[in-house]
């Protein structure tokens, strides 16, 4: 085999967490231990390799990278301290960039010395919106009390649609349409990949709904049930957090496409579909209850990367961090936002709100290029290897 190596993919590789992969002298041992490796494909002990030589074309090809959880089972047993896990972390972290669009957005995102930017970019958005919209004023404590948030953006008399669902509605979904925009071109264009490097071609190729139905969903099964996850042991703990915070997503998607029907399609309608839910309502508890599992989730995640980075006397990763920050803002500030709303502070009220609104299209916008796309990108890959060993591939 020829080798071209990639020197400003090994330099990347440096800096993002994998910097100690020189370190590996290929004893395998990774391989051995890792419970997700199989005889017949193991890793990472290739990719440990392929990652030395800059084979970076071969890595983001590379399906196993993928399937890593990154539970560290592999990290505890190197003889070399070789950080094999963390190696991988940081190819995925560079597969997200790779195959992210526009690639100056996910450039940036990646980059932590963009961060100002990274954050100043939806914080200036929701500003200049907000005081376009011209609803940059406090209410007052009692007004606060019986509309919410429901005139943050201020107030037309147009019932068909009121003008805060208007505003967060151009706020948002261009970043969802830009974010499920880049995510199905990375997909299908990482799929593309995956199948040249795996020799794999169709008999006949399955139809939408065989694919969707024989393949997508089992997959889906599987991650939501945290079957491989759980069978890492070394840290076991990172799946009490995973799996609460896997749910509390489920859950805010729930209430976010009811929201989204309540207020856009039938609020057209029915104007007494806006305004504040009552804490009763039972969107309302899901919404709430999925916030709560939210932080709980991510406070388990964080505390459990704090000590094993402790343990293993590492920094971690801006790639790791960064998801755990940004997911961590959007809970506490949509907590903050409503505490203070029933405590009747509109200022702080106000303020957290606005902050919420930054976090949630941080989340939206940044989706496909930070570790929150392993949602997709792992997905497909039980995807991918439900379909290459399925009838219909040659
Ligand atoms: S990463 Fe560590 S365990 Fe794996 S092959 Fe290299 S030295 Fe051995
Ligand atoms: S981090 Fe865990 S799943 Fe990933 S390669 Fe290592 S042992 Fe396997």
Same mark, same amino acid.
């Given at each position: 085999?020829?080798? @071209?190596?990639d *020197?400003d993919?090994? &330099? ?12 590996c002298? +290929?004893?395998? /041992? ?11 494909k #193991?890793?990472p ?10 084979l970076k074309? &071969?890595?983001?090809?590379?399906v196993?990278?993928?399937l890593?959880h990154?539970?560290g089972d592999?990290? =505890?047993?190197?003889?070399?301290g =070789? &950080? ?5 972390g ?7 960039t790779?195959?992210?669009f ?8 990646? @980059?932590?010395?963009? !961060?100002?930017?990274?954050i100043? *970019? #939806? =914080? ?7 005081f376009?919209s011209?609803?940059m004023?406090?209410p007052?404590?009692?007004d ?11 107030h037309w008399?147009?019932?068909? !649609? ?8 151009a ?10 925009y880049?995510v199905?071109?990375g997909?299908t ?7 040249k490097?795996?020799?794999v071609s ?7 709904k065989?694919?969707?139905v024989d393949?997508? %969903? ?16 070394? @840290? ?6 995973h799996?609460p915070?896997v749910?509390?997503?489920i859950?805010?998607?729930? %209430? /976010? ?5 309540s +207020?856009?399609?039938?609020? !057209?309608f029915?104007e007494?579909m806006?305004g504040?839910?009552s804490?009763? @309502?039972?969107v ?15 406070g388990i $995640?964080?505390?459990n990367?704090?000590?094993?980075e402790? +343990?293993n ?17 959007v809970?506490?500030t949509?907590?903050?936002a409503e !505490? ?7 200022s702080l009220?106000?303020?957290m ?14 989706m496909?290029y930070? &570790?929150?796309?392993? $949602?997709v990108?792992?997905?497909? =890959?039980y995807t991918f290897e439900?379909y290459? +060993? ?5």
């Amino acid at each position: 085999m020829r080798v @071209n190596p990639d *020197l400003d993919f090994i &330099k990347y590789m440096k800096g993002a967490g994998g910097d100690t992969l020189k370190n590996c002298y +290929q004893c395998a /041992t990774c391989s051995v231990v890792c419970p997700l490796s199989t005889d017949e494909k #193991p890793f990472p002990r290739k990719e440990m390799i392929w990652a030395q030589w800059g084979l970076k074309d &071969k890595l983001v090809s590379d399906v196993d990278v993928l399937l890593c959880h990154q539970c560290g089972d592999c990290t =505890a047993y190197c003889p070399r301290g =070789a &950080k094999p896990g963390d190696v991988l972390g940081a190819i995925r972290a560079y597969m997200y960039t790779h195959y992210g669009f526009p690639s100056g957005l996910a450039k940036m995102v990646s @980059n932590p010395k963009m !961060l100002p930017m990274t954050i100043g *970019l #939806p =914080a200036v958005i929701v500003l200049v919106m907000w005081f376009i919209s011209g609803g940059m004023h406090l209410p007052s404590s009692e007004d606060l009390a019986v509309q919410g948030y429901s005139q943050f953006f201020g107030h037309w008399d147009w019932h068909w !649609l009121t003008k805060n669902v208007a505003f967060i509605d151009a706020i948002m979904l261009p970043a969802v349409g830009l974010a499920l925009y880049s995510v199905f071109r990375g997909v299908t264009t990482m799929w593309k990949d995956l199948e040249k490097e795996n020799d794999v071609s169709a008999k006949f190729r399955p139809s939408v709904k065989q694919f969707v139905v024989d393949f997508i %969903v089992p997959s889906v099964k599987e991650i939501i049930d945290h079957k491989r996850f759980r069978e890492c042991t070394v @840290n076991a703990d990172r799946v009490r957090g995973h799996k609460p915070l896997v749910l509390a997503f489920i859950g805010l998607l729930i %209430v /976010t496409i009811y929201s989204a029907i309540s +207020q856009d399609v039938v609020g !057209l309608f029915v104007e007494g579909m806006h305004g504040p839910m009552s804490l009763l @309502n039972p969107v309302k508890i899901l919404a709430n209850v999925s916030a709560i599992a939210l932080i709980v989730g991510i406070g388990i $995640l964080w505390g459990n990367r704090a000590a094993t980075e402790e +343990q293993n006397g590492v920094k971690g990763s801006y790639y790791d961090w960064f998801l755990i920050y940004e997911i961590m803002a959007v809970g506490v500030t949509g907590l903050a936002a409503e !505490l203070c709303r029933l405590m009747g502070i509109p200022s702080l009220a106000y303020f957290m709100y606005y902050l919420h609104l930054v976090s949630i299209l941080m989340l939206f916008l940044y989706m496909p290029y930070t &570790k929150f796309a392993h $949602l997709v990108y792992r997905t497909m =890959a039980y995807t991918f290897e439900r379909y290459r +060993q399925s009838s219909f591939v040659k």
